[in-house]
């Protein structure tokens, strides 16, 4: 039976999507996993999202709470808000409290990946207090570490992504993920996907 990957994101103007469907082609490089993309619901009304400049949503389905149950593992993904994880992601876990009164997700993995305005926006500090939401539902949290290579190291590149997950730096909106970036998500989904495939089966 496949290993089953949900990859789970929102995203506001496309960045962390675009990081989404990166790591959905790492992770498909892997021989029995099955890997799906899902949005969590927006929150906000269609009317400030105009007044902001967001496009309109792609078609990838909204997820559901209980869906969740359905993954062996999971890669979260979201646009970071003043060092923290978007609140429609939070309100989407939020919404998460009977997966874990019955620690339904307890036992799988997790990994994280997020977007940040500047090099300094967060990115670390929003994957340390992601953690907690992870650690409350018992779910193993997956770093990446330094497994990417010397991409990691390069010093000449302004690029997001960290020992911690995947990232990558929007400049309030108007820069578009680099070919780094992009090598260290599609990488992030290859090694997920290993270890997850390894813990489940």
Same mark, same amino acid.
């Given at each position: 039976?496949? @290993?089953?990957?949900?990859?789970?994101?929102?995203?506001?103007?496309?960045?962390?999507?675009?990081?989404?469907?990166?790591?959905? $082609?790492?992770?498909?490089?892997?021989? !029995?996993?099955? %890997?799906?993309?899902? #949005?969590?619901?927006?929150?906000? /009304?269609?009317?400030?999202?105009? *007044?902001?400049?967001?496009? /309109? $949503?792609?078609? %990838?389905?909204? =997820? @559901?709470?209980?869906?969740?149950?359905?993954?062996?593992?999971?890669?979260?993904?979201?646009?970071? $808000?003043?060092?923290?994880?978007?609140?429609?992601? *939070?309100?989407?876990?939020?919404?998460?409290?009977?997966?874990? *009164?019955?620690?339904?997700?307890?036992?799988?993995?997790?990994?994280?990946?997020?977007?940040?305005?500047?090099?300094?926006?967060?990115?670390?500090?929003?994957?340390?207090?992601?953690?907690?939401?992870?650690?409350?539902?018992?779910? =193993?949290? %997956? /770093?990446? !570490?330094?497994?990417?290579?010397?991409?990691?190291?390069?010093?000449?590149? %302004?690029? !997001?992504?960290?020992?911690?997950?995947?990232?990558? =730096?929007?400049?309030? !909106?108007?820069? #578009? /993920?680099?070919?780094?970036?992009?090598?260290?998500?599609?990488?992030?989904? #290859?090694?997920?996907?290993? =270890?997850?495939?390894?813990?489940?089966?």
């Amino acid at each position: 039976m496949a @290993t089953k990957i949900y990859i789970v994101y929102y995203s506001t103007y496309g960045h962390v999507e675009r990081l989404a469907h990166e790591i959905l $082609k790492g992770a498909s490089t892997v021989d !029995g996993v099955e %890997v799906k993309l899902w #949005q969590v619901p927006e929150t906000l /009304p269609e009317k400030v999202l105009v *007044k902001v400049g967001a496009p /309109p $949503k792609s078609d %990838v389905p909204n =997820i @559901t709470a209980h869906e969740l149950a359905d993954a062996d593992g999971f890669i979260f993904g979201f646009p970071t $808000k003043f060092g923290m994880m978007a609140s429609q992601f *939070k309100a989407f876990l939020d919404s998460t409290g009977g997966l874990w *009164k019955t620690q339904q997700l307890a036992g799988k993995p997790a990994g994280l990946f997020f977007s940040t305005s500047s090099q300094a926006g967060g990115q670390e500090s929003t994957a340390l207090t992601a953690v907690t939401q992870l650690v409350h539902h018992g779910l =193993i949290y %997956v /770093p990446i !570490g330094y497994t990417a290579g010397a991409v990691m190291f390069d010093m000449e590149t %302004v690029k !997001g992504g960290s020992p911690y997950g995947a990232g990558t =730096i929007d400049g309030n !909106g108007t820069r #578009q /993920p680099c070919e780094i970036e992009l090598q260290i998500a599609f990488h992030q989904g #290859q090694y997920f996907a290993g =270890i997850a495939k390894r813990l489940c089966n």
